[in-house]
């Protein structure tokens, strides 16, 4: 496993780099935006580590930047920034998880395993629903024969959504199949992926069920 680590502080980066390595990756350590960004064109990594506050490049412009080149390598993000607005602003950039500095080192290597457990895990095949097609292993999906850019939450999310028609799934089912346990998540998170969802699909394929939760209904 390759991991790309961003990390300008020089303390902070040492102690994650070496208790990476003590877990046995193979890690590339960059203190600037720039430098990661070269990193991530020239190489293949299996998950990044991302500081927001970075000398040059923001590192939200970093996630961006990687997600627009269509790459769906899962990304941490470090931050101190403790806001919800960061939280949310940096999920809906395209983070997969978020620790808030100071973090507990165990805590990050878990969520590292927890996130290349996920990603290692999705052998699963495509799902047909109407004119919705997901294709699971490549986190693709299609509508009415062409691809629709997703966020990786937005994609698990109608994809749990998928495998439950005609069931109505509470917004915490979905916080829960979306998110990793314990992880804070902003209260609207999982309407504003819906929301989304709604507006690339069509306005019809989720419904609210008021005061229970959401419904994909039988075709
Ligand atoms: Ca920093």
Redesign the pocket.
Known sequence: MRLLLV???AMLGRAVLTALKMEGYDVDWMSAGQSALHCLETEDYDLVIL?L??PDVDGKNVLATLRKRGTTTPVIILTARDSIEDRVGGLDAGADDYMVKPFDQHELMARVRALLRRRSGRASPAVHYKDITLYPEAMKAEYQGEGVELSRREFMLLNELLHNIGRVLTREQLERAIYDWGQDVASNAVEVHIHHLRKKFNSDLIRTIRGVGYLVEKA
């Open positions: 990390e300008d502080d500081d506050g970075l």
